[in-house]
Nanobody
């Protein structure tokens, strides 16, 4: 059974930092593209960052470039999202997602491309 379990969310003040881990199980983590997505109230889900299995290909949304960093530990089947200099507009439900793929094929922030999803974790940034 495929499972993606996010944690590490919470409430922080603007300018603060958080790190979100996502633990994956039930599939071959090492051959899957992994990504982070988010959805704010009243808005569509948007891609935040994606990574190829080896971490050599990454793509970020313009709104988080330079502030967020995606990484993965394939020995622990865990994906991370490090979020620095958080802004109130980063407030959203954050999701971890996975799909089969390698290399450049992972460079997409389209949520429709991803097959497996976590339940989401809330991040709230206050001004």
């Amino acid at each position: 059974q495929v499972q993606l379990v996010e944690s590490g969310g919470g409430s922080v003040q603007a300018g603060g930092s958080l790190r979100l881990p996502c633990v994956a199980s039930g599939f071959s983590y090492s051959i899957h593209c992994m990504g982070w997505f988010r959805q704010a109230p009243g808005k569509e889900r948007e891609g935040v960052a994606v990574s190829s299995p080896g971490g050599t290909v990454e793509q970020y949304a313009d709104s988080v470039l330079g502030r967020f960093a995606i990484s993965r530990d394939n020995t622990k089947n865990t994906l991370y999202l490090r979020m620095n200099n958080l802004k109130p507009e980063d407030t959203a439900l954050y999701y971890c997602a996975a799909r089969v793929g390698t290399g450049p094929s992972c460079a997409t922030l389209e949520s429709a491309a991803f097959r497996y999803w976590g339940q989401g974790i809330q991040v709230t940034v206050s001004s």
